[in-house]
């Protein structure tokens, strides 16, 4: 890649995911918003909102301006990395960029990690495919551990690929407040 999705976001759509992740955290519920192509540029577009731990996406739809090419949304109590439906929704709809935030594998900051899924969108085909088949399977009560075995499989070449071209950025004021809550624990 030449630039990461990083370098073309507006600062609004930015600030916007930093502000949805703090809300997110203090009601303990999934928000987001569409990402949206406009002028080169990706900005935030309509925003959604869901329960604990899924968003319906038959909410995710809109852009004021632009097309549609991705989502942002909050993971308040996970890793900021996409689940297996977080891809799957990306993959039907034809989203190459899925931001997700949610606290870092290292130390106490909250990030906005943003991936660009277009090169492995094959293997997502695959796991689409292969997700369907676990519910025939299901369905028949054949077993279905060698689908599900693949499907871990393939998940995680997904996974070690768009990671290696993700980008990030954090959310500073998760790391403000638990430093002032640090320093009131000191007087
Ligand atoms: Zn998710």
């Known amino acids: 890649m030449d630039y990461s999705v990083c370098d073309i976001l507006t600062d609004r759509a930015k600030e916007n995911m930093k502000e949805a992740h703090m809300k997110s955290l203090m009601t303990l519920k999934e928000v987001g918003f569409m990402l949206c192509k406009h002028d080169n540029r990706i900005d935030s577009g309509y925003w959604f909102s869901g329960d604990e731990w899924s968003i319906p996406t038959e909410k995710m739809n809109g852009c004021p301006e632009g097309e549609p090419v991705g989502f942002y949304h909050s993971h308040h109590s996970m890793l900021p990395e996409p689940s297996l439906s977080d891809l799957l929704v990306a993959y039907d709809r034809g989203y190459p960029y899925l931001c997700i935030s949610g606290g870092s594998k290292h130390g106490d900051s909250h ?20 997700v369907s088949e676990l519910g025939e399977a299901s369905e028949s009560g054949e077993d279905a551990s060698d689908i599900l075995a693949e ?6 070449e997904v996974n070690d690929v768009i990671e290696r071209n993700s980008c990030s950025f954090e959310v500073e004021e998760y790391r403000r407040i638990v430093e002032r809550v640090r320093g009131r624990r000191r007087d």
Request: with cysteine.
């Open 151 to 156: 499907i871990e499989r393939v998940e995680r």
């Open 111 to 130: 990030v906005v990690v943003c991936y660009d899924i277009s090169p492995v969108w094959d293997e997502i085909g695959r796991l689409s495919e292969l």
